[in-house]
């Protein structure tokens, strides 16, 4: 059987894209930010997953006001990256896995999630820096990855406790795929800012760091914290980060049984944690989750 081996958090500031694929990474202001993902780097090429399920926000790109999927499911076999106003980026494309991605439609659709299904879709900075940070430039992506679009961007959004338990349902439909596949579960975005109005530029430290606490720890209890606390706290984009509930919510701690009973599996060991600031507008978090 398929099994999630762990998850992987990140931001996914463009910027962080455009210094890779302008060789920037070791100029002073980026060279920190890159540091912290190294040992992510080596971690990822030795765990050599099969596929990865990775849950990440479009920016008007691939959809528009025309059609907002609230969760959109790609099952095709690739996905182009797209172009945001400056060409594609120079990334391979990204290939799909739609025999796992149909079983988890199929899936979470009967276990009463309503999900879009997406035959053709772009894919923009939301997927494609999250896969550059963690693994480099190569000439073909490692393996292949399910994308999975949550509207964030235009209200009305899902709650986080919508995600967290859309997140079990996901868990449970890879762990009942019949082959034997490794799967990472990856949940990007975030963290605190805000790019648009009055308070562009926030970052909240506090609020990010006691984020990044509660959802090694606590899940269950962030997943009840409303939108409008990230909104106030974390900004207008600080919202992106209910997308790391998802991953958070297929942990096997959490998705069979209540956290903390009898019957529940052991807490994920953190494998990484890093939070850096400032990357473009953006504070910029990590976070490695292992499966026991
Ligand atoms: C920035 C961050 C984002 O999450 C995004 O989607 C676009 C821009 C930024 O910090 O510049
Ligand atoms: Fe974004």
Known sequence: MAHISSSVYTSHVPAIGAAMDLG???EPYWAPLFKGYESSKEWFAQEKPDVIFLVFNDHATAFSLEMIPTFAIGTADEFLPADEGWGPRPVPKV???SKLASHIAHSVIQDDFDLTIVNKMEVDHGLTVPLSLMCGQPKAWPCPVIPFAVNVVQ?????????????????????????????QIWGTGGMSHQLQGPRAGLINKEFDNAFLDRLIEDPVGLANVPHIDYVRDAGSEGIELVMWLIARGAMSDVKDA????????????????????????TAVGHLILENI
Do not use: W
């Not at 009898?262 to 944690?273: E, G, I, L, M």
């Open 24 to 26: 920037k990474t070791h």
């Open 155 to 183: 209200y009305p959004i899902p709650s986080g406790k919508r995600c967290f338990e859309l997140g079990k349902a996901i868990g449970r439909a890879i762990e009942s795929f019949p082959e034997d596949l490794n799967v």
């Open 258 to 281: 209540p956290q903390g009973s009898k019957n529940a599996a052991k807490a994920p060991v953190v494998k990484k944690r890093f939070y850096h600031v400032p990357a473009s507008n």
């Open 95 to 97: 290939m799909g896995h």
